[in-house]
């Protein structure tokens, strides 16, 4: 008997949940293990598989045994691929013998010291994006029967619809972060979980250069040292383990560097389908930067002179170097930098600078 239609209003509930919070899938994906007697579910892109994918609590150990251990990388269960993609139901008889699971490191290094064996899976798109429902079953209940999971063609093509407004709704928020990110003069590239790039701002597309360049989906530098620190930042977030990475420096010829920090990304924006799981941050030291001088104007009461001078010092330029800009003597600029000592309360140059760099003045 199919799933009825209380059943059937219950997940749709559960789905337009987890298209806005994908921290619901999990619940979906226990339902619809439910409705076709499994013991556990999870989702996977069809064609290129990494971590972080949701799943249910039953069957956390096993996924991520399934990615540490580099399974995911020779799973005998891709030879289903071709017939989801064609809108079919399978199961470990539709592709496999008896005499291949029984003999399979998949099976007998994987699945058999989690208590699972057996698996039916479905296909639907998330965007343009191909992806499946596994339904994980254990050993001890023997396989699926082809009536029990015929309904699950029809929960895939249910799970399509909110996996492509959840992709929607995260590809969203993330433009509009990077967007924000670029309106404070800030370059930005997004992460998915296996530190492949899934997004840039304009002011990161701006830094790009043959030492500092992106390829396949992956950011690539020419330093060595550098290039072997972007690799571990990539494995750290692989691994979905908490990590205090540090700031990568990439060298540059003739160029200051560029500073790289990896920072978490907002909930909202990290849609399981469209595999944003962190933000890189790209300072680059040698841009001039400057703080506002309207807003140093109206914080400290210094008149529009001023705070042009001031807004100079502040980002390195000496008195001579900053009257020069302004096309002004150096007397009136000494005359002024005493009256923005004065309103400042600092009483030589270092001390205004370092006032003046605080984050909320940039």
Request: hydrophobic share 50%; charged share 20%; with cysteine.
């Amino acid at each position: 008997m199919g799933p009825t239609d209380d059943t059937i209003r219950r997940l749709d509930e559960g789905l337009g949940e987890a298209a806005l919070d994908p921290s619901r899938w999990g619940a979906v994906l226990a339902m619809v293990s439910g409705l076709v007697g499994g013991d556990g579910a999870m989702l996977l892109q069809s064609h290129q598989r990494a971590p972080g994918v949701p799943c249910t609590p039953e069957i956390d150990d096993l996924v991520a045994d399934y990615f540490r251990h580099g399974w995911h990388m020779r799973d005998l269960r891709t030879r289903a691929v071709p017939r989801v993609m064609r809108g079919e139901v399978v199961t470990d008889h539709d592709i496999l013998t008896g005499e291949e699971m029984a003999r399979a490191p998949f099976y007998n290094e994987l699945l058999v010291p989690h208590g699972y064996h057996w698996f039916a899976v479905a296909g639907f798109h998330a965007g343009a994006e191909h992806w499946a429902v596994s339904v994980q079953r254990k050993a001890r209940r023997g396989p699926f029967a082809a009536e029990q999971v015929r309904p699950l063609a029809g929960l895939a093509r249910r799970l399509g619809q909110a996996a492509t407004l959840s992709e929607a709704l995260g590809r969203a928020a993330l433009d509009g972060t990077l967007r924000g990110l670029d309106q404070v003069a800030q370059a930005a590239l997004a992460l998915d979980g296996s530190g492949r790039i899934v997004g840039a701002n304009a002011r990161a597309e701006a830094l790009l250069d043959a030492a500092f360049r992106i390829s396949d989906g992956v950011l690539r530098v020419a330093d060595p040292r550098a290039r072997d620190e972007i690799a571990a930042l990539a494995q750290a977030l692989q691994s979905r383990r908490p990590f205090a990475a540090g700031p990568v420096l990439v060298p540059r010829p003739d160029r200051r560097p560029l500073v790289l920090r990896v920072l978490p990304l907002a909930e909202a924006a990290r849609s399981p389908f469209l595999g944003a799981s962190a933000l890189l941050t790209i300072t680059d030291l040698e841009a001039e930067r400057r703080p506002d001088p309207t807003l140093l104007a109206q914080v400290f009461g210094l008149t529009a002179a001023e705070a042009r001078l001031a807004a100079f010092l502040a980002a390195g330029a000496s008195l001579e170097e900053a009257a020069n800009a302004l096309g002004i003597a150096v007397g009136t600029a000494r005359s002024q930098i005493k009256a923005v000592f004065a309103k400042t309360g600092t009483g030589r140059q270092g001390a205004l600078v370092a006032l003046l760099g605080a984050p909320g003045l940039w």
